[in-house]
């Protein structure tokens, strides 16, 4: 259809449950099973082109980019492909009022512009390796009780042997809800520079609109390079270092895509959970999912609130809110999708096929009967307390920041040693926390999202749940179930909540001190009333639900021997493969496979942040200015979507075409099949 390179190209997941996706998240190492299959759809390399750990393969320009998204190599010094959002982080980190990458973009335009990145890292994964007949032969003897502690040990070993002489990191990985096991090794590159970022009018065209949304013109790319140490291997940042020689690199195709094409992604998808039961299909339609958005939404419009007023906030706030915003979003779709697909009946279907062929044989009702009913069990007794872990992690852990940042420093200010040095050096490493800390952060947005959330959580959970402080905010003669009276009150007395404050308290820090503080003590109330009460409870749920999930699975490849299973994502490197395409996504709808400049310039709008476009671009659209990417009619193509399986982790995933050369990075799923996870 078109002739040059899509600068960023959109790989849509049409779904888990879509007769049009192309469904699997396959290991690279046992690809030479779906081999026939993908040259049937059009793959002109070998399973060994992919995956090889003798000679130069693809897997070894893919790497997992700082172990929340995917990057590619793609060119012979280091130069990494990723999306706009996995390096939003960083671009922010280097943003101030004055230089504002966020919105105008940024450009080194040789390599001693290009700017470091503190805590990022890349790895590649050298090799995978199925050790579970070697974990599997010791433990059929084992209780449940002592099983995790036999795999903790040998896989401890393992990895060992494994990384023994080299410079390499190494994990043992559970698989098919823990029966089966493999080893990645891997190698890890901390030296990551920024190379460029278009502005986020272009890399984050569509806002929240547009995010999982079908038809897309965003821009979701970004470059970074690799450093390494003179010899090639890794290194620390250094003024010393080369850019990367690396063994593969992505040549990027000029030729673009056509409907039908063979288009694969090799990425570190994050999470999935496919051999999910309906018990946890309903669970999470009733009661996980809302109460997340429900909270999610009191955050994004505080945050908003405060951005909106502040160009200084709105660059300190981005990253936060952009993931805040993402998921919340996410888990809106996916409760859609589970309703709409019907994805509880189809899970009581597999369900009672399985109890039908375990029943018919002893042998078998023995080994897999009670799957079933411990997953049951667990799921009855977790929807009593889902809601209060739920506003656990996300109103406490990551709401008001002040909450988090006591969790980090409380302990190290308990045990600062007596030693004059020792303890100067330790009160030195709580100050370098705190300017960590505090460089994006805002006292008067934290005020405002630590009296909101506590206010939700107090109407959410159930006061039989809920730790004494919060009836102590309730009675207090001053307060008197006030959020925002005690949220001001702490805010004007804690040293928790500004960076003098806290250094003034350091100066001369006590544990004496520090529990007098109302922030502490309501964080410690809290935590401490969790631990107690729902902690234990929630391990006693979470050994069952393990059990279960581990008999369901292996019962259910059991059961239909003939079905080619893939694992659950869990951050290892998986290949995704299907095609360009375009599709249908509800009666009367019917969706082209790629997107244009003239449907960027339809959706602009001047006075929606989400929707600006930028002057030069409208002056190269106005022209027709397109240089070598123009399409054979002139036209610009922005994004194309493909029927690939893919999720978040996936982010910044090379989209390659069947000579294995890109055509573009994944950077998102699709609204119709937010179920598929």
């Avoid at 390079?225 to 940042?237: C, L, M, N, V």
């Avoid at 399985?354 to 042998?363: C, L, S």
């Amino acid at each position: 259809m078109f002739k040059k390179f899509t600068t960023v190209a959109l790989a849509m997941v049409l779904g888990f449950f879509s007769a049009n996706a192309d469904e699997g998240m396959w290991l690279p190492l046992l690809l030479s099973d779906n081999e026939a299959e993908m040259q049937a759809l059009g793959l002109e390399l070998t399973a060994e082109d992919i995956y090889n750990i003798n000679n130069s393969s693809l897997k070894d320009a893919v790497v997992s980019l700082g172990g929340f998204c995917t990057a590619e190599v793609i060119s012979d010094q280091g130069l990494l492909l990723t999306n706009h959002h996995c390096s939003f982080d960083a671009i922010q980190s280097h943003s101030t009022v004055s230089h504002d990458y966020l919105t105008d973009g940024f450009w080194a335009m040789d390599k001693t512009e290009e700017l470091a990145n503190e805590g990022l890292f890349v790895s590649f994964l050298v090799r995978m390796e199925d050790v579970s007949d070697r974990i599997n032969a010791s433990l059929d003897t084992l209780s449940d009780e002592e099983r995790q502690g036999k795999i903790r040990e040998l896989s401890a070993t393992i990895v060992a042997d494994a990384i023994e002489g080299t410079h390499y990191n190494a994990r043992v990985k559970s698989f098919f809800g823990g029966n089966d096991f493999y080893l990645m090794v891997y190698e890890t590159f901390n030296d990551v520079r920024l190379v460029g970022a278009p502005p986020s009018s272009i890399g984050k065209y569509g806002g929240d609109t547009d995010n999982w949304m079908w038809p897309r013109h965003t821009g979701d790319f970004s470059i970074m390079r690799i450093y390494t140490a003179p010899d090639g291997t890794p290194a620390e940042y250094s003024e010393e270092n080369i850019p990367m020689n690396p063994k593969h690199h992505f040549p990027v195709s000029l030729d673009g895509v056509e409907d039908g094409d063979y288009a694969m992604i090799m990425g570190f998808p994050g999470s999935t959970d496919r051999y999910l039961t309906s018990f946890g299909i309903q669970q999470a339609l009733d009661l996980k999912n809302p109460t997340i958005v429900k909270i999610r939404d009191k955050k994004l419009s505080v945050m908003r609130e405060h951005m909106d007023a502040s160009d200084k906030v709105r660059i300190q706030y981005a990253s936060k809110y952009a993931s805040t915003a993402n998921y919340w979003k996410y888990f809106i779709g996916q409760s859609k999708g589970l309703k709409r697909m019907k994805v509880y009946d189809q899970k009581k279907d597999i369900e009672n096929t399985f109890t039908q062929w375990v029943n018919a044989e002893e042998a078998r009702t023995e080994k897999y009967g009670e799957a079933l009913t411990l997953i049951s069990d667990a799921y009855y007794d977790n929807q009593k307390i889902v809601v209060n872990r739920m506003f656990l992690n996300e109103a406490i852990f990551q709401g008001a920041e002040v909450f988090y940042f006591i969790y980090r420093v409380q302990d190290a200010i308990k045990n600062l040693p007596e030693d004059t040095k020792e303890r100067r050096l330790a009160i030195n490493e709580l100050k370098d926390m705190a300017r960590d800390h505090f460089k994006n952060y805002n006292k008067n947005l934290d005020q405002d999202l630590f009296a909101e959330l506590l206010a939700l959580y107090e109407q959410n959970v159930p006061k039989s749940q809920q730790a004494e402080a919060f009836e102590k905010v309730r009675t207090h003669w001053y307060t008197k179930g006030d959020w925002n009276k005690f949220a001001a009150h702490v805010y004007k007395t804690s040293p928790f909540v500004d960076r003098s404050e806290f250094w003034d308290f350091l100066d001369n820090p006590s544990e004496a001190k520090m529990n007098k503080d109302y922030a502490v003590r309501m964080f410690n109330s809290i935590f401490e009333s969790y631990i107690a009460t729902i902690s234990p409870k929630r391990g006693e749920i979470r050994d069952m639900m393990d059990k279960g999930e581990r008999l369901f699975c292996g019962g259910l490849r059991e059961m239909m021997p003939e079905k080619k299973f893939y694992p659950n994502a869990n951050s290892t490197m998986r290949l995704t493969y299907g095609t360009v395409g375009d599709y249908v996504p509800g009666d009367a709808m019917h969706y082209d496979y790629v997107t244009t400049m003239d449907g960027l310039m339809a959706k602009e709008d001047p006075t929606n942040d989400e929707f600006i476009v930028p002057t030069r671009l409208k002056e190269l659209y106005k022209a027709k200015d397109y240089g070598r990417y123009a399409d054979e009619n002139g036209d610009l193509i922005i994004n194309f979507i493909s029927s690939n399986d893919i999720t978040g982790g996936n982010s910044g995933s090379p989209v390659l075409n069947a000579y294995g050369d890109l055509i573009g990075t994944a950077f998102d799923g699709n609204w119709e099949a937010m179920s598929g996870d």
